[in-house]
């Protein structure tokens, strides 16, 4: 499967972006997806991943107040609402998929198989 991040942008703080990550290739919705980050000098993180079903999601505490995972299996996209986004949000979000993964796992095992090719997310204060 081939990943496509897109919808990252420049914001002010409290602003909302939607990222999505549209698949081609096999049908999207045998896949767990998730989505991490990754700014300047710091390491890869978790951000949100929802299950091959759609069945749970998870995010991590930072954002789970402001974000949310969904996916829309006919379309084979999965999206990230962002909304009250505040400067610590900068950063490359790329999204990840994997067969038959739950959001968890996803979390767990520091994403999947594929990876897209990022977008950039720029929130100044």
């Known amino acids: 499967v081939q990943l496509q991040a897109s919808g990252g942008g420049e914001v002010q703080a409290g602003d909302s972006l939607r990222l999505s990550c549209a698949a081609s290739?096999?049908?999207?919705?045998?896949?767990?997806v998730a989505w991490f980050r990754q700014a300047p000098g710091k390491e890869r993180e978790f951000v949100s991943a929802?299950?091959?079903?759609?069945?749970?999601?998870y995010c991590a505490d930072s954002v789970k107040d402001r974000f949310t995972i969904s996916r829309d299996s006919a379309n084979n996209t999965v999206f990230l609402q962002m909304n009250s986004l505040i400067p610590e949000d900068t950063a490359v979000y790329y999204c990840?998929?994997?067969?038959?993964?739950?959001?968890?796992?996803?979390?767990?095992?520091?994403?999947?198989?594929?990876w897209g090719q990022g977008t950039q997310v720029t929130v100044s204060s």
């Open positions: 290739g096999r049908a999207f919705s045998v896949y767990g």
């Open positions: 929802i299950s091959f079903d759609g069945g749970s999601t």
């Open positions: 990840t998929a994997d067969l038959y993964r739950t959001a968890q796992a996803m979390s767990v095992l520091g994403g999947g198989t594929y």
